[in-house]
């Protein structure tokens, strides 16, 4: 969809889901809507994987930014465009900018770091600068549900094709720790997170979870057929 969104000069808005923007959309409208207003919505969380399964509604495949944070790149290469990473604290954007770059020659990164207020003046500052830069990506890593929030105020604004919410994946193209990989490869994302990133991350995941499960399973039931009484 990338490479065509490029090569056609199509707009596109492309955001993830995992547990966590499962829970934050059932408590939040205005981060549900956004959700629903993005192109595509791809599953980069086990748990949502496999509530999929669950469900009835399999989904054929989950990814997550660091494993194809490159492969965007590359695409993104083929088409003649360049990339702008918007996100994590000063120096870890350009960190991720100067790996991408020599991870992919002949692409340009530009970037700028997600420490500025998100009040309307601040973010135009910044949007000008994007686009200014005339780069044809854009990838946006403020957390979740800022992000999305934020992309979705501002996307007529914002001159790039494509804007993905990548969350945490300019940490990872930076170089930072990841965690271990048979953790990673196996479904256990989350607790590799929270090894590195405790204080942060505690409630998210130890309480998040487990209200993730709680709405599977009411969903499960109340899409179960009722039994009929014969009178």
Not at 20 to 36: C, D, I
Not at 56 to 76: M, S
Not at 106 to 131: A, C, M, P
Not at 177 to 184: D, S, V
Request: aromatic share 10%; with cysteine; net charge positive.
């Amino acid at each position: 969809m990338m490479a065509t969104a490029l090569g056609s000069g199509t707009r596109k808005t492309i955001f993830n889901a995992n547990a966590y923007a499962v829970t934050v959309a059932e408590k939040s409208p205005s981060f549900a809507t956004a959700l629903s207003k993005a192109d595509v919505v791809f599953c980069d969380g086990f748990g949502v994987y496999v509530a999929a399964r669950l469900m009835g509604e399999p989904i054929r495949e989950r990814f997550t930014y660091a494993d194809i944070n490159e492969k965007i790149a590359q695409v993104c290469r083929s088409k003649g465009g360049s990339l702008f990473l918007l996100g994590a604290k000063k120096g870890v954007a350009d960190e991720a900018a100067r790996k991408l770059e020599a991870a992919v020659p002949g692409l340009r990164v530009y970037s700028h770091h997600g420490y500025f207020e998100k009040n309307d003046q601040s973010s135009r500052e910044v949007i000008d600068i994007i686009n200014r830069s005339g780069a044809s990506v854009l990838f946006v890593g403020f957390g979740m549900p800022l992000q999305e929030l934020w992309i979705t105020s501002y996307r007529e604004q914002l001159r790039p094709l494509v804007v993905f919410s990548v969350g945490g994946a300019l940490d990872y193209a930076a170089g930072l720790a990841r965690g271990p990989r048979f953790l990673t490869q196996h479904g256990f994302e989350w607790l590799a997170r929270l090894i590195i990133e405790p204080r942060r991350l505690w409630r998210r995941y130890l309480l998040g979870l487990p209200e993730f499960a709680l709405l599977v399973a009411r969903q499960r039931l109340s899409a179960r057929p009722r039994l009929r009484t014969q009178s």
